[in-house]
């Protein structure tokens, strides 16, 4: 798994250096990570609502969810966020093949719409067929 993720930020980040108009990758590849792993949490926070009890929700519960979202995006910062680490990651992986290039492409790309995309389609999918 550390190597999925090791080859997800060199992808993320290798496409963020090719662009064109950005001037921070680094920023660019922690928000994206942000992102699809606020849809992760959003999704496992919507299935502990759903399972549990309406009456033993907190009251006011958006407050402390708005609290912890502002914390876990921050977190981001501080776990991914390491200068040595991001030149070694081009270098771990730059004498992939194109093969190797377009295999790897697929399963970020995957990983990345399937992260977003499916989350809300299994949301909406467990919201109308499962939860009624």
């Known amino acids: 798994m550390r190597r999925f993720y090791s ?8 496409w963020a250096l090719n662009g064109s108009g950005y001037n921070t990758p ?6 994206t990570l942000a992102c699809v ?6 999704f496992l926070m919507f299935i502990a609502f759903k399972c549990l ?13 708005a609290i912890l979202a502002i914390l876990f995006l921050i977190s981001h910062y501080y776990v991914f966020y390491n200068k040595e680490r991001w030149e070694g ?7 992939e093949t194109p093969k ?12 990345l719409i ?15 067929y499962l939860f009624k």
Request: proline share 1%.
């Open 100 to 111: 190797q290039s377009l295999k790897g492409k697929i399963y970020v790309l995957s990983y």
């Open 26 to 31: 680094i920023f660019n590849v922690i928000v």
């Open 53 to 65: 009890p309406a009456n033993t929700h907190l009251s006011g519960w958006l407050n402390y969810v």
């Open 89 to 95: 990651y081009v270098k771990e992986f730059e004498n």
């Open 7 to 14: 080859y997800l930020i060199y992808k993320l980040y290798t």
């Open 37 to 42: 792993h606020s849809f992760q949490l959003i």
């Open 114 to 128: 399937g992260s977003t995309i499916g989350v809300i389609w299994l949301m909406y999918f467990m919201s109308v």
